[in-house]
């Protein structure tokens, strides 16, 4: 039998109660504080209540399925629960009458029930169910109707991008150009689906192109398939165990040093067979263009006209409006000037039609003997193709908001199981594409769905226009990919780098070198060493005239856990002149949610910000970083982030909670914990050495992920607010310089509570 349902507006008003069933509803009311002796008797049928006298009472035999009834006078409440016989036939319906407290009572037990499970669930050591739980939500946002059209556009409009995208693509790595195709539409779906971005799009990317190309020439084109297959695995079982933050340890100078470097290998690589010349293999770029130049009498004029046509049009229809899908309308346009003005220009050719593209099948295993050169491979492929969707991933979830928390282990899961799909169709590596992403933000989609319609898109255009698509001339191509390059030789992650640390250039450098001058490989790891290096050489640079010489030695970052704040000493605070600031240790006051009268302290650093502490529930810790923060100190960082999990989780473990109850015993208790856990996170910055950007990000990331706030950062010299303005554009941590106790009578500018 279904339930029946009552609700009213407030203790003295009407009752509408609704019976889908044939049972006989009895309304009770009462007065509050009163207590019930006997049970009430209706019809012959006993009928249970609780915590109340019965006053007043009304009852009647649903003949409709909705009656409306009038509480007798103010002072007087509906009970919270009366159970009623079904006529005596069948089993028994209760009926749940609350009023307006009750109901806010029960509204703040189910809003912080929800922040604990949150909690539980992040503290989960493994995600063995792929985070599918959790993404059942997002996947049913997705056919709302209000918002169905929006994204299905920009699905389709991402997918007009991403056709030509793939094929300059796969021709850029040395595969066929079905292959592209195929890979787009088939990790499109499961990077789409099971990502830990909303917006993100998932395909071939140009960035890993050439990686791509270099495991081509050395193992072959059978051996693709395996490295796909390795790849994807190893990312997948990072996401499950939550082992993100390795792949985290290439600096992002390094990383935008690999982007520079691609792209200028792009660029220069696509130069001669933009004019119609075929160039001997293994060239570097300034080979390269000697090789145009000694050979320019061979230039074929149709194919620079089309490669350069195109690239115009794909720099110029942008300007016109940004929803425009430049790369399809230009290699379109190419393709029609080929065919109308007869140009002598060599075309992508014969493909698969039909579903015969998709060759489904497990991928080869390789001979033993090669297996140590593969997993050098693997391994290479494995942490750039991680690196290049975490930071494609961040960048986005700077651009647009959404109600999903952009998850960097859930990232992992999905990029994983998109290359192993990939793999079982003889696919190649695929990453975060934040050039396709971008665009989905910029075309206001708002779910998953677009990235699915774009990965259905590019299925439709291998199943349907195969013959349409063998007809593109590989110039416009090549112009596609010119104008590829072209948009990576200034990565905008080398910017935030550059802001935080003048010397970040060095490593971006090396990097770029070692990849014209020794190979990919040879490249990222002299870029490695030199920030290793100049990391390590940073710790003799102090960079604010209050930090001591107690942490200027440290390597590598430190945090201590206390109770007590760095303040400046209020006996030396005349002596401004001295090169390090004299600072003393002051106890934060224990309060708890007892006390009825708190003890109070109010502190102010030298902008006038004020910062009170006393009148929350209870005294949170406070954690004093000491030493540099950069990418060395990512477990650091973990460790930290996993001590203020275990806070969360003991202040759960304290409380067991009945959450099918709403007694204002179990409210308050329930409350009580989620407020334990949003208590402010308090970093002292006075300890700090040096900053580099990836090390700073990571740590603004992972505390604005723990969802408590506010997130304080107090002593923080000029060093460390100039990162955070990089790092954290959207101010969701509150930033303090040197604190001071406030004096009674005295006034500052602003007040930051």
Same mark, same amino acid.
């Given at each position: /039998?279904?339930p029946?349902?009552?609700? #009213?507006?407030?203790?003295a008003?009407?009752? *509408?109660?609704?019976?889908n069933?044939?049972?006989t509803?009895?309304?009770v009311?009462s007065r ?5 002796? +006997?049970?009430f008797?209706?019809?012959?049928k ?7 006298? !019965? ?9 409709s ?9 103010v ?5 919270s629960?009366?159970?009623?016989d ?13 009023t307006?407290?009750?109901e806010a ?9 929800t922040?604990?499970? +949150?909690v539980?669930k ?7 169910d ?13 056919f709302?109707?209000?918002?169905l ?5 920009a ?8 056709v030509?995208?793939?094929?300059? =693509?796969a ?14 539409? @088939?990790?499109g ?22 990686l ?8 072959g ?8 297959l390795a790849?994807?695995?190893l ?10 933050? @390795? *792949?985290?340890l290439?600096?992002v ?27 001997p ?8 263009i ?8 061979t230039i ?8 350069v046509?195109?690239?115009a049009a ?8 940004k929803?425009i899908p ?5 290699v379109?346009g ?7 003005f007869? !140009? ?20 080869t295993?390789?001979?033993?003997g ?7 491979t ?6 750039? *193709?991680?690196?290049?969707s975490?930071?494609?991933c961040?960048?986005?979830?700077k ?6 928390k ?5 990232e992992?899961?999905?990029?994983g199981l ?9 696919g ?25 319609v774009?990965?259905g898109?590019v299925?439709?255009?291998v ?17 596609v990919l010119?104008?590829?390059?072209m ?6 992650e080398?910017?935030?780098c550059?802001a935080?640390q003048?010397?970040?250039v ?9 990849m014209?001058t ?14 290793? !290096?100049?990391?390590?050489s940073?710790?003799? /640079?102090?960079?604010? +005239?209050?930090?001591d ?12 856990? #206390?109770n007590?704040?760095q ?12 090169s390090?600031?004299? /600072? ?17 302290? #109010?502190?102010h ?6 910062l009170?502490?006393?009148?929350t ?13 950069n990418?060395?100190?990512?477990f650091?960082i973990?460790?930290?982030?996993q ?5 969360q &989780? &003991?202040?759960i473990?304290?409380t ?6 709403? #007694? ?10 989620a407020d ?7 970093l002292d ?5 040096s900053?580099?950007?990836t090390g ?9 992920? *723990? ?9 923080c010299?000029e060093?460390? =607010? ?13 930033r ?18």
């Amino acid at each position: /039998m279904a339930p029946i349902n009552a609700t #009213t507006t407030s203790p003295a008003s009407t009752v *509408t109660a609704t019976n889908n069933g044939r049972a006989t509803i009895n309304l009770v009311y009462s007065r509050a504080r009163s207590t019930l002796s +006997k049970p009430f008797i209706h019809h012959n049928k006993i009928v249970s209540a609780s915590s109340s006298t !019965l006053l007043s009472s009304s009852s009647w035999s649903s003949s409709s399925n909705s009656v409306k009834d009038s509480i007798p006078s103010v002072g007087f409440r509906l009970m919270s629960t009366a159970s009623i016989d079904d006529d005596g036939k069948g089993p028994k319906a209760k009926l749940i009458i609350k009023t307006q407290e009750e109901e806010a009572a029960a509204a703040a037990l189910t809003k912080s029930t929800t922040k604990i499970e +949150k909690v539980k669930k992040n503290t989960k050591p493994y995600i063995l169910d792929f985070g599918i739980p959790s993404l059942i939500p997002e996947w049913k946002k997705m056919f709302k109707p209000d918002i169905l059209l929006t994204d299905i556009s920009a699905g389709l409009t991402v997918g007009c991008i991403a056709v030509p995208l793939s094929l300059a =693509i796969a021709v850029a790595s040395g595969v066929p150009a079905e292959v592209g195709l195929v890979t787009a539409a @088939v990790s499109g779906v499961a990077g789409g689906l099971l990502g830990g971005t909303t917006l993100a799009v998932t395909g071939p990317a140009a960035a890993i192109s050439l990686l791509i190309v270099g495991a081509v020439n050395e193992h072959g084109l059978e051996a693709l398939p395996f490295i796909t297959l390795a790849c994807g695995g190893l990312q997948l079982a990072s996401g499950v165990t939550r082992l993100g933050v @390795v *792949t985290k340890l290439v600096p992002v100078s390094v990383i935008a040093g690999f982007t520079t470097g691609v792209g200028t290998l792009i660029l220069t690589g696509q130069l001669p067979k933009a004019f119609g010349m075929s160039a001997p293999t293994g060239m570097n770029p300034i080979e390269l263009i000697g090789f145009i130049g000694e050979n320019a009498a061979t230039i074929n004029p149709s194919a620079a006209a089309l490669a350069v046509g195109t690239s115009a049009a794909m720099f110029a229809l942008p300007k016109l409006h940004k929803k425009i899908p430049s790369a399809l309308l230009a290699v379109g346009g190419a393709t029609l000037a080929t065919h109308a003005f007869g !140009l002598d220009v060599a075309l992508i050719g014969s493909i698969p039609s039909g579903l015969e593209a998709f060759q489904f099948g497990m991928p080869t295993m390789p001979s033993l003997g090669s297996l140590p050169s593969l997993s050098a491979t693997v391994l290479l492929i494995y942490a750039m *193709t991680s690196v290049e969707s975490l930071l494609s991933c961040t960048a986005l979830d700077k651009m647009k908001k959404t109600s999903y928390k952009h998850n960097p282990d859930q990232e992992l899961v999905g990029q994983g199981l998109a290359n192993m799909g990939s793999a079982m169709f003889m696919g190649m590596p695929v990453t975060s594409v934040i050039a396709r992403s971008s665009l989905n933000v910029r075309l206001n989609a708002t779910t998953r769905l677009p990235a699915i319609v774009q990965a259905g898109f590019v299925f439709s255009s291998v199943v349907f226009f195969s013959d349409s698509i063998a007809m593109i001339p590989m110039p416009a191509l090549s112009g596609v990919l010119i104008t590829t390059g072209m948009g990576m030789l200034t990565p905008a992650e080398f910017k935030h780098c550059y802001a935080v640390q003048k010397s970040d250039v060095v490593p971006f450098i090396t990097t770029i070198g070692g990849m014209i001058t020794l190979g990919l490989a040879e490249g990222i790891a002299v870029g490695c060493v030199t920030a290793v !290096l100049l990391n390590a050489s940073n710790k003799f /640079m102090k960079t604010s +005239k209050s930090t001591d010489s107690a942490t200027s030695g440290l390597m590598k970052m430190q945090y201590v856990e #206390t109770n007590a704040v760095q303040i400046i000493d209020p006996a030396t605070t005349d002596k401004a002149h001295d090169s390090i600031t004299p /600072m003393t240790m002051m106890e934060l006051p224990a309060t708890t949610a007892t006390d009825a009268d708190p003890t109070v302290i #109010t502190f102010h650093d030298d902008k006038g910000q004020e910062l009170v502490w006393g009148s929350t529930s209870t005294t949170p810790s406070v954690y004093q970083i000491n030493g540099p923060i950069n990418f060395i100190s990512m477990f650091e960082i973990d460790s930290m982030m996993q001590r203020i999990q275990e806070e969360q &989780e &003991e202040a759960i473990a304290a409380t067991t909670v009945d959450s099918s109850s709403a #007694t204002p015993a179990a409210v308050e208790e329930t409350v009580g914990v989620a407020d334990s856990i949003s208590n402010p996170i308090i970093l002292d910055m006075h300890g700090v050495t040096s900053l580099e950007f990836t090390g700073m990000e990571e740590l603004v990331n992972r505390l604005v992920e *723990t969802e408590r706030h506010p997130i304080q950062m107090i002593n923080c010299n000029e060093a460390v =607010i100039s990162a955070l303005q990089e790092c954290d554009p959207n101010q969701q941590i509150t930033r303090f310089s040197t604190l001071q106790q406030k004096l009674a009578g005295t006034t500052t500018a602003t007040t930051t509570q």
